[in-house]
């Protein structure tokens, strides 16, 4: 008797792992699933169409070497994807990065598409694990297996070891895409705050200017002036553009 968590594959259950049994014995293989999985019909079609008369292990065994090849299509889909995110992230030669508002609306969407991939990696590394620990347990406990059979389930087993390693490489890329989508937002975060800071530290001179002439002095000696006006205009001109050409200069801006 065996048992595993199985990555969801029906809409029905989107939202949780399901468990998936076995009872295997030398004459009868039982299995118990709560929801559609692809290599139960795939290995169905091909008894069929083959017209083979297959015993229950060898039953077993096709059914874990067809979860592995799915799980193997499904990681291989996931690396496409993933290399596919990648380009959009970063650009290429060939493909500017959009422009600065669709650039911000792009990086929420990867990280959103990042996160969703990391979640279902993580549900197959599940899977990938049970499985290990079904076809070590069966070729050490079972020990009526055929030769061909015990053959069979090693070769799953360096199998599922290839795919533990692939998907350990896949998880490493997708924090590292992850890590590299929240570098940009942050980025993009402390550019519009840089932004905020020089504007408000250029307008906090001419505010001041203005508040001085604003005062209802009657000493104050350029209200006497001929060109008063044209002076206090031209003290608030040049405390915006000193600013900003400071700014120029250090490269702040």
């Known amino acids: 008797m065996m048992s595993m968590p199985l990555s969801v594959q029906d809409n029905r259950f989107a939202n949780r792992p399901l468990p998936l049994g076995f009872v295997l014995t030398p004459d009868i293989l039982i299995t118990i699933r709560y929801c559609n999985i692809h290599a139960f019909p795939d290995v169905e ?3 069929l169409r083959e017209h083979a008369d297959c015993t229950s292990a ?11 090849d799915l799980a193997a299509d499904r990681l291989e889909q ?6 596919a995110v990648s380009l959009r992230i970063f650009g290429s030669p060939e493909q500017a990065l959009p422009k600065r508002r669709r650039f911000n609306d792009a990086m929420h969407q990867h990280l959103i598409s990042v996160g969703q991939t990391g979640e279902l990696l993580s549900r197959i590394r599940e899977s990938l694990l049970g499985l290990v620990r079904i076809a070590s347990f069966s070729a050490e406990a079972a020990a009526w297996l055929p030769s061909d059979i015990q ?9 599922l070891a290839s795919l533990s390693d692939f998907e350990s490489h896949l998880s490493g890329k997708t924090q590292f895409l992850q890590d590299a989508v929240l570098g940009f937002i942050n980025t993009q975060q402390n550019d519009i705050f840089k932004v905020l800071t020089i504007v408000s530290v250029v307008g906090v001179p001419p505010t001041l200017i203005a508040s001085i002439y604003g005062m209802n002095f009657h000493n104050i000696p ?23 050409l400071w700014f120029k200069w250090r490269r702040w801006w």
């Open 222 to 244: 350029e209200y006497g002036w001929q060109y008063g006006y044209q002076w206090g205009l031209g003290l608030i001109g040049l405390s915006i553009i000193l600013p900003i």
């Open 151 to 159: 053959a069979r389930l090693k070769t799953v087993r360096h199998d």
């Open 78 to 83: 996931i690396g496409a994807d993933l290399g």
């Open 58 to 68: 060898a039953v077993f065994s096709r059914l874990l070497e067809a979860m592995v």
């Open 45 to 47: 079609a091909a008894l």
